[in-house]
């Protein structure tokens, strides 16, 4: 699927070593391994292959699933507010879920939004009239018609351009970022060993 990360997360594979100490105290309950929430399933894939079985991912968001539209069951929103970090897209990419975000960093979550770490393009006037990109990345495959994009008709694609995965040096600094957060919200984690 995102086979040009493979050998960027290979390259940071010694952070597996560093992460071993996330269980920790403040990172868990009652000696429970820590649990990361994720939203969409490009940046569960992420950090699954970041941090590996030495912490519990879980991704909100199938892949098929429209991040535009997507809304959280109960179950997603308990695990989302329970969650010891939230990582999310950022920019509105995950128009239905801004609320429990809110909720979920107001009950004490951490939050860490990818777009905070990126290079920030902005839409064009005439971009995504046809939603070719879209294509690209599983959150949109499973669409029965991609000519029309009814499920995008009332999207408003102006400002921040929310799709910067397919891009692996945006990636780079995403997952560098990524590494930061976890080391400060997860565990206590030796810097020295980075």
């Known amino acids: 699927m995102f086979n040009f990360l493979r050998p960027l997360l290979i390259s940071i594979a010694s952070l597996s070593l560093v992460l071993t100490a996330c269980g920790g105290e403040e990172a868990s309950t009652a000696g429970d391994t820590a649990m990361v929430v994720v939203s969409t399933n490009i940046l569960g894939d992420v950090v699954e292959q970041l941090v590996g079985d030495q912490l519990v991912v879980e991704t909100i968001m199938p892949p098929g699933a429209d991040p535009h539209a997507f809304q959280a069951s109960a179950k997603d929103v308990d695990r989302m507010t329970k969650a010891d970090v939230l990582i999310t897209n950022g920019a509105g990419f995950e128009e239905g879920l801004l609320d429990v975000f809110n909720s979920a960093q107001s009950d004490g979550v951490p939050l860490f939004e990818a777009m905070s770490f990126v290079r920030v393009l902005e839409f064009a006037a005439d971009d995504h009239d046809d939603h070719d990109d879209h294509d690209d990345h599983d959150d949109h495959d499973d669409h029965d018609d991609h000519d029309d994009h009814d499920d995008h008709a009332g ?10 995965f397919s891009d692996p040096v945006q990636m780079i600094s995403v997952v560098e970022a990524l590494v930061d957060f976890l080391i400060a919200n997860v565990g206590d984690l030796d810097a020295d060993l980075l």
Not at 155 to 164: E, L, V
Request: hydrophobic share 20%.
């Open 155 to 164: 999207h408003d694609h102006s400002g921040a351009d929310p799709h910067f």
